[in-house]
Antibody, heavy 118, light 101 residues
Framework: EVQLEQSGGGLVHPGGSLRLSCAAS????????IHWVRQRPGKGLEWVSR???????RFADSVNGRFTISRDDTRNTLYLQMNSLRAEDTAVYYC????????????WGQGTLVTVSS | DVQMTQSPSSLSASVGGRVTISCRAS??????VNWYQQRPGKAPRLLIY???NLKSGVPSRFRGGGSGTYFTLTITSLQPEDFATYSC?????FGQGTKLE
């Protein structure tokens, strides 16, 4: 069964850092594009970043330079490192997979809440 | 970058009824438009991909359509479990979401 299990959310002060994890089971993470999508409280879905099969990464302008993605193929796990966090980064973060450009996000993690507050 | 403008932001309907949600792209795009359903506190769930293709296991009362810059999601014979939020997506752009209540 395909699953994406997320962990690592929590409360962090402005300017702080947090690392989110997205562990895959039932498929090989490196064979898919994996995206991070967030949802601020009461708002719509917002694309944050993605990593392709060959390891190429892309980020939304709002997080570019502050967030990075890494992949541990031995653990079949993806990480989103979030630095210099701001109040506006407060959101539920989802990881999701697709088959590449133009394909849908067919499986999603359960989401993890990140709260940036003093 | 392409922007997806979704309307309406909320919609009232009744069980057994029919609703249509639309998404307008800021420029002509391919048919790689996807629709997701999201229930409160849950992750989004893929319903329609490639504008009009129903994901396996999704009831046939969900129908996607459109091309160019205008895309729609129609739900017929509304069931209680259909009252949720729906979002369109193209590439890295999501619509703002429509809450069906």
């Amino acid at each position: 069964e395909v699953q994406l299990e997320q962990s690592g959310g929590g409360l962090v002060h402005p300017g702080g850092s947090l690392r989110l994890s997205c562990a895959a089971s039932g498929f090989t993470l490196r064979s898919h594009w994996i995206h991070w999508v967030r949802q601020r409280p009461g708002k719509g879905l917002e694309w944050v970043s993605r990593i392709t099969i060959d390891g190429s990464t892309r980020f939304a302008d709002s997080v570019n330079g502050r967030f990075t993605i890494s992949r541990d193929d031995t653990r079949n796990t993806l990480y989103l490192q979030m630095n210099s966090l701001r109040a506006e980064d407060t959101a539920v973060y989802y990881c999701a997979r697709d088959e590449g450009a133009g394909t849908p996000l067919d499986f999603w993690g359960q989401g993890t809440l990140v709260t940036v507050s003093s | 970058d392409v922007q997806m403008t979704q309307s309406p932001s909320s919609l009232s309907a009744s069980v057994g009824g029919r609703v249509t949600i639309s998404c307008r792209a800021s420029q002509t795009i391919t048919n790689s438009v996807n629709w997701y359903q999201q229930r409160p506190g849950k992750a989004p769930r893929l319903l329609i991909y490639g504008a009009s293709n129903l994901k396996s296991g999704v009831p046939s009362r969900f129908r996607g359509g459109g091309s160019g810059t205008y895309f729609t999601l129609t739900i017929t014979s509304l069931q209680p479990e259909d009252f949720a939020t729906y979002s369109c997506q193209y590439s890295d752009s999501f619509g703002q979401g429509t809450k069906l209540e």
